[in-house]
């Protein structure tokens, strides 16, 4: 079954420390996204990737950065994490041609 | 661009309640809608979309006609269980190169047995 996996489900980082996100789809899809989500806010765009290789800044992509090295992986960095960055981050993959939109299950993060 | 707006912050109800959701969208043309929803501890996911004007999407129960004249894409469901409690996210694409679902805020739905 197709899907998309996040890693790790749960993070705890120092602050000034590094973190890296992981996510992996199976749905061969050429976009993929990161997004943040905290009360009051919904759902944020941080980056998005149009295919391997490629990285656009979203919505609130300050303190990010992002990798998409294949098709399937896509990353996203904080090189020094701070306390405002504690959140949960969900990844999606998406395909217009059919209107598809997939989340994974999503990574709680707490910067201490 | 694109824009969502829907019922803020919570709603609460009693099992067998008749829900809605209110969700107005601002786009161009004729967008795909999208409804999600999103369980505790997991992933928003989809519960249907709609794409042309009059058109219905359901499931679960749940359903939403698509009005382009009111701009609008309400969520409602004639009897609510304690289950349902979950998020709702309302969504739009207007199309182009960019594929980008713009979301409402979301609406945190309790129904309470």
């Known amino acids: 079954e197709a899907a998309v996996t996040q890693s790790p489900r749960n993070k705890v980082a120092v602050t000034g420390g590094k973190v890296t996100l992981s996510c992996n789809q199976t749905?061969?899809?050429?976009?993929m996204y990161w997004y943040r989500q905290d009360t009051g806010h919904g759902l944020r765009l941080i980056h998005y990737?149009?295919?391997?290789?490629?990285?656009e800044k979203g919505d609130i992509p300050d303190g990010y950065k992002a990798s998409r090295p294949s098709q399937e992986n896509f990353s996203l960095i904080l090189e020094l994490a701070t306390p405002s960055q504690t959140s949960v981050y969900f990844c999606?993959?998406?395909?217009?041609?059919?209107?598809?939109?997939?989340f994974g299950s999503g990574t709680r993060l707490l910067v201490i | 661009g694109d824009s969502v707006t829907q019922t803020e912050g919570q709603v609460a109800l009693s099992e067998e309640d008749f829900l809605t959701i209110h969700c107005n969208y601002s786009?161009?043309?004729?967008?795909?809608l999208f409804w999600y929803v999103q369980y505790p501890g997991e992933g928003p996911q989809l519960l249907f979309r709609?794409?042309?004007?009059?058109e219905k999407g359901s499931s679960r129960g749940f359903e939403a006609t698509y009005d382009k004249g009111t701009t609008s894409f309400h969520l409602r469901k004639a009897s609510v269980q304690e289950s349902d409690s979950a998020v709702y996210y309302c969504?739009?694409?207007?199309?182009?190169?960019?594929?980008?679902?713009?979301f409402g805020k979301g609406t945190l739905l309790t129904v309470t047995p």
């Open positions: 709609a794409s042309r004007d009059k």
């Open positions: 999606a993959s998406g395909d217009s041609a059919n209107s598809d939109y997939t």
């Open positions: 749905n061969n899809h050429n976009n």
């Open positions: 969504a739009s694409y207007s199309g182009g190169s960019n594929y980008k679902l713009t």
């Open positions: 786009a161009s043309g004729y967008p795909t």
């Open positions: 990737s149009y295919g391997a290789g490629s990285t």
